[in-house]
């Protein structure tokens, strides 16, 4: 319906306006059309304190002018119908946010989980049962360390293993502990390490001999 607008006559009390019935039936046709319709413009709808687009799949948009800010007031909460418990919003490469399962932030215990690290305080942990640990520079990055490196627990830690063992230990002062129950092993390949250095000892397991380098050259310790 378009609007009907009152004939309020050429001057006051002249008689050619509309009679008070008319001019107030079209008041209340007015009115039912406003109450009837659904916000300015034909694509959203409010009832009470929801708007929702009356378009299938259709957008809300909130477009501010100018240098202006959709300010929403967080001072009680802001929920995501449709959640993961904890999930982290991101921001994907359309500009939508998102949630994931893979990384989530639990705010009563402090703790970040992302994948299958958790971070917590000053600790990172592996959430996997046996799952290692990987830390991987780019190139020729090196993972570097400002300050001391300890176990958590006294002589039940291992630096290297029988199958990944450190190629070179470079170190002004190597302390090993005295007790006879530690046990300490050389590296014992068959053949002499590669890109050696004076000063290297290892156990040729081939020649079982201790050898060291001096001078250039490997020599027998005994």
Do not use: C
């Amino acid at each position: 319906m378009a609007k009907q607008t009152v004939n309020l006559g050429s001057s006051a009390n002249d008689g050619t306006g509309d009679p008070l019935r008319t001019a107030f039936d079209k008041i209340n046709d007015n009115f039912d059309e406003i109450y009837g319709a659904s916000a300015t413009g034909t694509n959203i709808d409010i009832s009470g304190n929801k708007i929702t687009s009356t378009d299938t799949n259709g957008n809300l948009v909130l477009d501010t002018n100018g240098t202006g800010v959709v300010i929403v007031d967080l001072s009680t909460k802001l929920r995501l119908d449709a959640h993961t418990d904890h999930a982290v919003l991101y921001m994907d490469a359309d500009g939508d946010v998102s949630h994931d399962a893979r990384m989530t932030w639990n705010a009563t215990t402090g703790t970040l989980a992302v994948e299958d690290l958790s971070i917590h305080a000053s600790t990172i942990s592996s959430t996997t049962t046996n799952e290692s640990i990987t830390l991987d520079p780019a190139g020729t990055g090196h993972v570097a360390i400002a300050s001391d490196l300890r176990p958590t627990d006294d002589a039940q830690k291992s630096l290297g293993s029988a199958t990944k063992q450190w190629l070179t230990i470079f170190g002004g002062t190597i302390t090993a502990s005295t007790s006879v129950s530690a046990g300490h092993t050389l590296h014992n390949p068959g053949t002499a390490p590669a890109s050696p250095t004076n000063g290297m000892i290892y156990y040729d397991s081939t020649a079982h001999k201790f050898k060291g380098r001096a001078n250039g050259a490997w020599v027998d310790l005994h």
